[in-house]
């Protein structure tokens, strides 16, 4: 099965930070545009960043705008997700995937059902004291 791996997760005090890495697994493709979501229980799918590897735009919810950091990772196809000033509201499953819409110089940030790909199991961020 054709799907990216997310990890980095853990607890964390409020405050605190993590890096989340996602990466493809198994197969090679070559990144276009990656959204990372979140959710988390009870609560819908919240795209929080993404980022075009064409254009290196980069969009934010406004949740996070400020916090969190998209960024290509140091490895090809790789991305990265720098979670800052991380708060207890930030708890969820967070995950990427990539972005078939049509073909932009930004990225989409919301989630749109039909159009994101190779989703993995996700990686658990909580927030705790």
């Known amino acids: 099965q054709l799907q990216f791996v997310e990890s980095g997760g853990g607890l964390v005090q409020p405050g605190g930070s993590l890096r989340l890495s996602c990466a493809a697994s198994g197969f090679s493709l070559t990144f276009r545009r990656i959204t990372w979501f979140r959710q988390a229980p009870g609560k819908e799918r919240e795209g929080v960043s993404c980022?075009?590897?064409?254009?290196?735009?980069?969009q934010y919810s406004h949740s996070v705008k400020g916090r969190f950091t998209i960024s290509r990772g140091n490895v090809e196809n790789t991305v990265y997700l720098q979670i800052d000033s991380l708060k207890p509201e930030d708890t969820a499953v967070y995950y990427c995937?990539?972005?078939?819409?049509?073909?932009?110089?930004?990225?989409?940030?919301?989630?749109?059902?039909?159009?994101?790909?190779?989703w993995g199991r996700g990686t658990q961020v909580t927030v705790s004291s």
């Open positions: 980022i075009n590897f064409r254009s290196n735009d980069t």
């Open positions: 995937a990539e972005d078939w819409g049509p073909a932009s110089d930004t990225c989409m940030v919301q989630f749109v059902e039909g159009r994101f790909f190779y």
